[in-house]
């Protein structure tokens, strides 16, 4: 705990950060600018070939009707952040390590490892989506694709300089996607106006929807992102005062817009090409089918380096992410370019590598297992996140935010309440019944 400078939660804000709040000066958008980065890399990890099968599957099976969804990801999504990195700069802590000063080692530890094999589970479909990709461009087997990128972010991994390297190949992944989704959107005329209003206006569940919901709400809005942007805060060495110029807002702001223009887009594009021929999503080269209106032919090619580029700058990040957060849950080293971090982060690879390749279902099929998985995270630490926030000693001489309190309470509600809704009604039986199948 000695790595951190942990604030002295008896004296009022002003004297413990050092600098009163009120009196920081608002950035400029141009400093703003400079200062975004781990919203970016949170964005790079969240759109992975998971998130882009599960979008396509809410479109293509759903259609509009699960639209509605978009908002309490928006909502859920700008509060976890905040709160998480509000719980960092008023304790001085990132959120596990807020976890350990407050309720002791073991609550840590269980956050830690709840985190990680939620990670962990984002990383099989991430192995199993990047060679989806390698399929849909080249047309050999997929295990031979994940093993080529597995073998280039190997190397990623035993280069200095990891963080940059993140952060920028990540943004050019990002903007392609929005550029080819959207580009997707025009040609083929964009969406119905009235059933887009009336799939974001008029929430329902459609029968056998509750899994891709969770799904989908799972990836695109859990405490997991948050709780990891705390810890890429030390890597990019913001200051206390980024949670009040506005840097920490941006950057919480920008994460969540990118995830829904990318991912609402392709359930948009998923509901325009697919749904109206009743094709369901069940194979990597259905995907291909999303982009087919655009770019005809070329269609499975672009769509195959997009899911390449989600799948390997979501396994970078992703992978990191699970090991930074398990060592913080148990107090081990977290620094990125850390030599244990790095071996954890390639046998964690290994393993998943193994079970992916075991597995005898369809690649698409098992990123979908993978991404309901994921949901283990936000009802664990969701609920000491709530805990620390409520603590009136953390606003101590300040206005309390009463309203990202309330946010935050009523978001971690929801996601528990989808999450054992899937649990006990569907999600274990069915769990069951495909691998005893």
């Known amino acids: 705990m000695s790595r951190f400078e942990i604030l002295d939660m008896q004296k009022p804000v002003g004297e413990r950060l050092g600098f009163e709040p009120a009196e920081v000066k608002?950035?400029?958008?141009?400093?703003?600018?400079k200062k975004i980065g781990p919203g970016i890399i949170l964005t790079g990890i969240v759109i992975g070939p998971g998130?882009?099968?599960?979008?396509?599957?809410?479109?293509?099976?759903?259609g509009y009707d699960m639209l509605w969804l978009l908002i309490p990801i928006i909502l859920m999504g700008i509060t976890f952040t905040l709160t998480s990195y509000r719980i960092s700069i008023l304790t001085g802590m990132p959120v596990l390590h807020a976890i350990r000063h407050y309720f002791g080692g073991a609550a840590a530890a269980f956050c830690g490892v709840a985190l990680f094999l939620s990670c962990f589970f984002f990383t099989l479909g991430n192995v199993t989506g990047t060679g989806a990709g390698m399929n849909l461009i080249f047309g050999f087997d997929w295990r031979i694709g994940s093993l080529i990128m597995l073998a280039v972010l190997a190397f990623c991994y035993l280069t200095k300089g990891?963080?940059?390297?993140?952060?920028?190949?990540?943004?050019?992944?990002?903007?392609?996607?929005?550029?080819?989704?959207?580009?997707?959107l025009v040609s083929t005329g964009g969406p119905n106006g009235g059933e887009m209003i009336r799939g974001l206006t008029h929430p329902t569940l459609p029968e056998g929807s509750l899994n891709t919901a969770l799904a989908y709400i799972s990836t695109n809005a859990a405490v997991t992102a948050g709780?990891?942007?705390?810890y890429l805060g030390l890597e990019k060495k913001w200051k206390r005062e980024d949670l009040f110029n506005g840097a920490m807002r941006a950057d919480a702001i920008l994460h969540i817009v990118t995830v829904v223009l990318i991912s609402g887009a392709i359930v948009l594009v998923g509901a325009i090409v697919l749904n109206p021929e009743g094709?369901?999503?069940?194979a990597p080269a259905q995907l291909g089918d999303l982009l087919k209106p655009f770019l005809g032919n070329a269609a499975p090619i672009v769509m195959g380096i997009a899911i390449i580029g989600a799948g390997f700058s979501s396994l970078l990040g992703n992978t990191q992410r699970g090991v930074v957060l398990l060592n913080a849950g148990l107090d081990k080293e977290i620094g990125l370019e850390s030599k244990p971090v790095k071996i954890l982060c390639l046998a964690c690879l290994a393993v998943a590598t193994a079970i992916c390749f075991s597995y005898g279902g369809s690649p698409t099929q098992l990123i979908y297992i993978a991404n309901i998985a994921t949901s283990v995270a936000t009802?664990?630490?969701?609920?000491f996140m709530v805990l620390i926030i409520w603590k009136a000693e953390l606003f101590r001489g300040t206005k309390t935010p009463v309203l990202l309190q309330v946010m935050m309470t009523i978001c971690y509600l929801f996601a528990l309440y989808m999450t054992l809704n899937a649990l006990i009604k569907t999600q274990i039986p069915n769990l069951i019944s495909i691998f005893k199948g």
Request: some cysteine; charged content about 10%.
């Open 279 to 282: 094709i369901a999503i069940k």
């Open 227 to 230: 709780i990891y942007g705390t």
């Open 51 to 62: 998130n882009i099968t599960t979008s396509a599957m809410m479109g293509s099976n759903y």
């Open 26 to 33: 608002k950035l400029s958008f141009g400093e703003l600018i």
């Open 162 to 184: 990891v963080y940059s390297k993140v952060e920028k190949g990540i943004m050019i992944c990002i903007f392609g996607m929005i550029i080819a989704f959207f580009a997707t």
């Open 379 to 383: 009802p664990v630490a969701g609920l």
